[in-house]
T-cell receptor, first 114, second 112 residues
């Protein structure tokens, strides 16, 4: 497709379970970003990948959160031992490269922790 | 860390009126300022952006102004229409870390 694709669109899971969220960036985009958006709130930066450079993990809220990206393609965000406060929409964005480039967002994964 | 203050949090206007949303920031090294529109349950969509080498940019009914000295930038929507109703987020690009810092959003309601 032409845009950023995320899956699943919705995920409901029990507290304590692990979840894995997937992001397919726009083809050719070297930069990929993950954000979290709690209900009625702004977007909170989590992690950023640029090409083959080490990712910027400065926004990850705890060591239960991790993310990987293979080359300049798919990225997965993993949350281990989920807590209720992890409930949010997780948004992925990509841009042509780092810097003053527009970031294009996917539709997000709505995560609900019971 | 860098914060972006966005005001107002809610804004209600009559169709045809103008709407203005303002954001202030503290990091003088920021040089790229995008605005996103997010309709309920949908993805944020870039509507306009501005770089620090210009003070104003316009695209049809939407304009953004930037005052780097005062560290604020504003979104102006003229001749508002009901389909402009959404949450609008300002953001700035933080060179360190390559990430966007977002404001808390403004819920704009345009009443027909």
């Amino acid at each position: 497709g032409a845009g950023v694709s995320q899956s699943p669109s919705n995920k409901v899971t029990e507290k304590g379970k692990d979840v894995e969220l997937r992001c397919d960036p726009i083809s050719g985009h070297t930069a990929l970003y993950w954000y979290r958006q709690r209900l009625g709130q702004g977007l909170e930066f989590l992690i950023y990948f640029q090409g083959n450079s080490a990712p910027d993990k400065s926004g990850l809220p705890s060591d239960r959160f991790s993310a990987e990206r293979t080359g300049e393609s798919v990225s997965t965000l993993t949350i281990q031992r989920t807590q209720q406060e992890d409930s949010a929409v997780y948004l992925c964005a990509s841009s042509l490269n780092r810097g003053y480039q527009p970031q294009h967002f996917g539709d997000g994964t709505r995560l609900s922790i019971l | 860390g860098e914060n972006v203050e966005q005001h107002p949090s809610t804004l209600s206007v009559q169709e045809g009126d103008s709407a203005v949303i303002k954001c202030t920031y503290s990091d003088s090294a920021s040089n790229y300022f995008p605005w996103y529109k997010q309709e309920l349950g949908k993805r944020p969509q870039l509507i306009i952006d501005i770089r620090s080498n210009v003070g104003e940019k316009k695209d049809q009914r939407i304009a953004v102004t930037l005052n780097k000295t005062a560290k604020h930038f504003s979104l102006h929507i003229t001749e508002t229409q009901p389909e402009d109703s959404a949450v609008y987020f300002c953001a700035l690009y933080r060179n360190q870390g390559g990430k966007l810092i977002f404001g808390q959003g403004t819920e704009l309601s345009v009443k027909p």
